[in-house]
């Protein structure tokens, strides 16, 4: 069966220091991946998503970025934080471009 | 623009009921629709997948139906339990999402079910 993982589950950091939160997936092939981040009262807002390795495509400017280093990792980064960037951050997967999208645990990020 | 509706936004129910959350939108154009629940500090965990060409589908307690033409679905819960307090939300898949695929949220339904 299919499993994504995401870590670390809770991150606190200061203001201008480096981000890295990691997604894998486990049990298929050439998952469509996606980074959201969910911010109280504000919903769901997708980040990046990834068709392929080295494929990434952002969906809204920001201080973020993401890569895609194998077929079932993906990664999003920041050189700097921001306030702003606080949220509650979800990698998902799907198996071609209009199946089930299945949603991580979500990684926890407070910038102070 | 779709724009998906969730409504109400609370609801708290007796243990036992039977109960339906709503879901509406705007552009019958879409691929599937989604249900998922979401437990307080936790992902999203997808219930039910109906495409296009559904009508329902069923998983346990839940049966997700879909209406395209009047843009509606409907999460029934049956016999309802503690352990189902979370909020619900639902998603569609525009056809017009571009390369993306990107889902189209509502803003959900926060369920309590009272012992």
């Known amino acids: 069966s299919q499993t994504i993982h995401q870590w670390p589950a809770t991150l606190v950091q200061p203001v201008g220091s480096p981000l890295s939160l990691e997604c894998t997936v486990e049990g298929t092939s050439n998952p469509n991946l996606y980074w959201y981040r969910q911010a109280a009262g504000r919903g769901l807002q997708l980040l990046f998503y990834s068709v392929g390795i080295g494929q990434i495509s952002s969906e809204v400017p920001q201080n973020l970025s993401a890569s895609r280093p194998q077929d079932r990792q993906f990664i999003l980064s920041s050189k700097k934080l921001l306030l702003s960037d606080s949220g509650f951050y979800l990698c998902?997967?799907?198996?071609?471009?209009?199946?089930?999208?299945?949603f991580g645990e979500g990684s926890r990020l407070t910038v102070l | 623009k779709q724009e998906v509706t969730q409504i109400p936004a609370a609801l708290s129910v007796p243990e036992g009921e039977n109960l339906v959350l709503n879901c509406s939108f705007t552009d019958s154009a879409i691929y599937n629709l989604q249900w998922f629940r979401q437990d307080p500090g936790k992902g999203l965990t997808s219930l039910l997948l109906i495409q296009s060409s559904q009508r329902e589908q069923t998983s346990g307690r839940l049966n997700a139906s879909l209406d395209k033409s009047s843009g509606r679905s409907t999460l029934y819960i049956a016999a309802s339990q503690p352990g189902d307090s979370a909020t619900y939300l639902c998603a569609v898949l525009p056809i017009s999402s571009g390369s993306a695929r990107q889902l189209t949220f509502g803003s959900g339904t926060q369920l309590t079910v009272l012992p």
């Open positions: 998902a997967w799907r198996v071609g471009v209009t199946g089930e999208l299945f």
